[in-house]
C-alpha cells in the first residue's frame, strides 16, 4: 500500500511540474488555505489569523514583454480582482472597480487584476474598453489561484484583500460595488496605524467607513 501511494504522489507530482502557464506562485511560510463553512460569499479574517499566499508572477495582459509580481509592491494593501473578458459579473462591476482604485489613489494600496480562462486579445480589449485603472496578469490557467489550497477556481469574478503583509484579509466570490469595496480597503488601511490619517484625509466622504473590519459577513 505504502509503494502504490508513494507512486500516486510522484506521478501527481511530476503531471503538476509539467504545467507551463504565465503566471505561476512561489509558495511561503504560513500558507493560507481557503475553507468554505456553508454557501458565504464574503469571507473577513481578523488580523492575527491571516495566512499568506504565494508571490504571484506573471505577464502584462496589454504587454507580453512585461512581468508583474505580487512582491513589487512590499508593505502595500493589493486588491487583487480575479477576471475574464467572457464573464458577464466582471463586466459589470468594472466601472466599480476603476471608483475603488480612484478613491484609494492617495492610499498605501495597489489594484491588481489576474486574467484567467481567457485569450490575451479579448482580455486586452476589455481592458481598453472599460478603461481599466490598474494592470493584470495574464493567467490563462489559472495558476494563481490554484496556488491557493482548496480556493475554488471557479468563482469568477473573485476580488481578494491583501493586508500591507500581504496577508489575506477579505474575499469576496462574487461581484463587488465600489462602495462595499472602498469600506474594506479603508477598514484595513486603518489597521496600518500610521497610515489611518492619510486614509481618512483621502477618503471620499460620500462613502462611508467599515468601523469594524472583523465584524460578521453573510
Known amino acids: 500500500m505504502r509503494r502504490i501511494l508513494a507512486a500516486v504522489t510522484t506521478a501527481l507530482a511530476l503531471v503538476v511540474s509539467g504545467c507551463t502557464s ?10 493560507f488555505v481557503f475553507v468554505s463553512p456553508g454557501a458565504k460569499k464574503v469571507y473577513e479574517y481578523p488580523a492575527g489569523t491571516r495566512g499568506t499566499v504565494g508571490d504571484f508572477t506573471g505577464t502584462s495582459v496589454t504587454d507580453a514583454q512585461q512581468t508583474i509580481k505580487l512582491s513589487d509592491y512590499p508593505n502595500t494593501i493589493m486588491v487583487l480582482n480575479v477576471w475574464g473578458s467572457w464573464c458577464g459579473p466582471c463586466r459589470g462591476e468594472a466601472p466599480d472597480l476603476n471608483v475603488a482604485a480612484e478613491l484609494s489613489a492617495d492610499r498605501p494600496v495597489q489594484f491588481l487584476g489576474i486574467n484567467v480562462q481567457d485569450a490575451r486579445e479579448p482580455a486586452a480589449d476589455f481592458i481598453a474598453n472599460f478603461q481599466v485603472l490598474f494592470p493584470s496578469i495574464f493567467d490563462p490557467t489559472t495558476r494563481t489561484l490554484l496556488s491557493i489550497q482548496n480556493f475554488p477556481t471557479s468563482a469568477i469574478p ?17 461581484e463587488v460595488s465600489a462602495q ?31 468601523a469594524d473590519p472583523t465584524a460578521p459577513t453573510s
Request: hydrophobic fraction near 45%.
Open 158 to 174: 473573485t476580488t481578494i484583500i491583501l493586508d500591507r503583509e500581504h496577508k489575506v484579509a477579505r474575499i469576496f466570490l462574487r
Open 22 to 31: 504565465n503566471a505561476t506562485a512561489i509558495p511561503g511560510q504560513g500558507s
Open 180 to 210: 462595499e469595496l472602498d469600506e474594506a480597503v479603508v477598514a484595513i488601511v486603518d489597521e496600518g496605524g500610521a497610515g489611518a490619517a492619510d486614509s481618512t484625509a483621502a477618503a471620499d466622504p460620500g462613502v462611508p467607513s467599515s
